[in-house]
């Protein structure tokens, strides 16, 4: 069974930055395209940063050139670098791999205030 299970959320002040991490265990972590999705409050959920098994990166917009997604394959972990917070990153953030999603983990709340 697949777990994921996400930390180092927090609150922070606009400007500010966390690593968030994300624990997965029951499947081969190697061999898949990895992900960190976001929803914000009355949004949906989207995924905003992409890490291939070759460790190729791809990012939405609006976190280009402030967040950086990288894994770890020997510990089968996920990392999400933030810089320049912003209020609008305020949301709940999740990891997940890319297609055929697992069952979501319970998230890490990131709090930006302005």
């Known amino acids: 069974q697949v777990r994921l299970v996400e930390s180092g959320g927090g609150l922070v002040q606009a400007g500010g930055s966390l690593r968030l991490a994300c624990a997965v265990s029951?499947?081969?972590?190697?061999?898949?395209?990895m992900g960190w999705y976001r929803q914000a409050p009355g949004k949906e959920r989207e995924l905003i940063a992409s890490?291939?098994?070759?460790?190729?990166?791809t990012y939405e917009d609006s976190v280009k050139g402030r967040f950086t997604i990288s894994r770890d394959n020997v510990w089968t972990r996920l990392y999400l670098q933030m810089n320049g917070l912003k209020p609008e990153d305020t949301a709940v953030y999740y990891c997940n791999t890319i297609g055929n999603v697992r069952a979501w983990g319970r998230g890490t709340q990131v709090t930006v205030s302005s």
């Open positions: 029951g499947m081969n972590f190697r061999l898949f395209a």
């Open positions: 890490i291939t098994s070759n460790h190729d990166r």
